[in-house]
Each structure stands twice: as C-alpha cells, then as structure tokens.
C-alpha cells in the first residue's frame, strides 16, 4: 500500500475541473487523479497535462453508477489506505435557450449535480485521512436560488439542524413538484441549476456537523464554494474568468494547511466566507 498522498478531482476533463487538476499537480505534493465518464476525454486530458510537464494520473468515473464510485472508493482503499483531497467538481446546466421541458431539467440537473454528488460523498467520505480536505463544488446560483425560495423553505435550507434525511426529501419534493406543475405554488423559484447548488450547499453544510460529531480529532474541513463566473462550455465565452483563475477558491479550500481549523461547513467565494 502506498503512503503517498492522494487527491481526487470528478469531472477533470474540461473547464474548472481541468484547471483544478492542473493546479494540484503544481501545488499538491502527492498523487492527483484525474477522473472522467468518458475514458477517452479523460485521457487526451491527462496527456494535454503531462505536455505541459505535469503528472496527472486518470481513473474512469461515472458519478452518476454507484458501482462505477465503489470501484474507485475499494481501488483508493487498496492502493493508498483512503483519500486526503476530494473535490466534488462535476455537474451539469441546461443552456437558457435549451427547449428541453422544465420538469426533465430539474430530473436530470438533480440526479447528476446533488443526488450523484451525494452518493461520491457517502462513499468517499468515510475514506477522509485526518486532516483531509473536501471541497464540493457549488455556485452562487445556489444563494441566488435560495433568495428566491418561499421563506418557509429559506428557513428549511438555513437551519443549522436540517438532517441529510430531510434535504433529500425536499431535494425529491422540488422534483416532483415541477412534474406537477406546482413548483412555483409551492415556493420553488425557476432555476433547475440553482436549486440543485442549494443542495450541494446545504449538504455540506450537513457533512461539516457530522464530521465534527464524528471524527472531531480528525481536523478534517470540508466545504462548498463557487468558483465564480467561469469561460467553459457550461457557463459560455462572456463569462469573466479564465478557468485557471475559477479554480482558485476550490485549490485554495483543498490546500488548507494541515493545522487549520477553518472554515469548516462554510459557502466560500474569492477565499472568503459568505453569508449563507
């Protein structure tokens, strides 16, 4: 088994994950995986990196196959005994123009950018050497969303005791709703993309009480973040970042140094904590 240290970006092949491999192979003194769906997308990613002098190492990731997660989770558990870095990067969002009916963007945006996310993270998670670092790739779409939720759920998605049980349960009634057509009835704003970053908000803030009931002595900080607006095939050319500089915040979050206490739990933005 190996004691080299080890981090794990989802979705490395393109735009902010792609940035974030690459500053970890320059800033992060160990073993940095880059993983894809697509083998073929995650290895022309790996070479273009290995060009430039970098060492990047590929591992096929489907985040949305719960089997294709247990069989990177038993491969990190053989190989190096768990994981010290995890960035939970991958998602998706439908384009304004896309003409796709809203309730089947809300399915899918949901089951990829939270549901899937949550499945890496219950499967990962355990793996977290002490003073590991998870960073779960959100958005200021999650605030902006959240701003325009009912206030009955504003409560819901701020409370410092919302269980993940619960979280789930409004993550699938927000689903259901749109299908019904009574999302906006119900308090629901329009944005399949944002409400879905609520839920990568609020589950790592869920994550972060749990790892300090749990593993308290493990120092371990895990947060969310958004990278900010960022010239990729996600958000378009307008955009005001180069990749590099969207990956900042997330590096910044996965670089904390060992004998950090925070933040913890926390929505960070530029390297700083924001209001949630």
């Not at 963007?105 to 355990?126: G, I, S």
């Not at 759920?153 to 019904?180: G, H, P």
């Not at 500089?245 to 933040?263: F, I, K, N, R, S």
Request: charged content about 25%; some cysteine.
């Amino acid at each position: 088994m190996s004691s080299t240290p080890v981090a794990v970006v989802t979705g490395g092949n393109k735009g902010i994950g792609f940035a974030i491999v690459r500053a970890l192979c320059k800033q992060f003194t160990g073993d940095v995986y880059l993983t894809a769906r697509d083998p073929g997308q995650g290895q022309a990613a790996v070479t273009k990196l290995r060009e430039e002098g970098l060492s990047p190492l590929f591992y096929q990731l489907d985040i949305k196959d719960l089997q294709s997660i247990r069989t990177l989770r038993d491969f990190l558990k053989e190989k190096y005994g768990g994981l010290n870095v995890l960035v939970n990067n991958a998602g998706i969002a439908f384009k304004v123009a896309d003409t796709t009916p809203f309730a089947t963007q809300v399915e899918v945006t949901m089951r990829t950018n939270f549901f899937a996310t949550r499945d890496v993270c219950k499967e990962l998670l355990p793996l977290i050497k002490p003073h590991g670092r998870v960073v779960n790739v959100s958005s200021v779409g999650s605030v902006l969303a959240l701003e325009r939720c009912s206030q009955d759920l504003q409560q819901k998605f701020r409370s410092d005791t919302i269980t993940e049980e619960e979280l789930v349960k409004l993550m699938t009634k927000f689903v259901e709703d749109t299908k019904n057509g009574v999302h906006e009835k119900e308090g629901w704003p329009n944005t399949a993309y944002g409400v879905s970053k609520i839920g990568v908000t609020v589950l790592s803030r869920i994550q972060a009480r749990m790892l300090n009931e749990e593993r308290k002595a493990d120092r371990i900080l895990l947060n969310a973040c958004c990278p900010g607006w960022v010239r990729t095939d996600m958000a378009g050319p307008k955009a005001t970042k180069s990749p590099d500089e969207g990956a900042e915040t997330p590096v910044y979050l996965a670089l904390l140094a060992p004998d950090a206490d925070g933040p913890h739990g926390k929505f960070v933005s530029e390297k700083r904590v924001q209001k949630w």
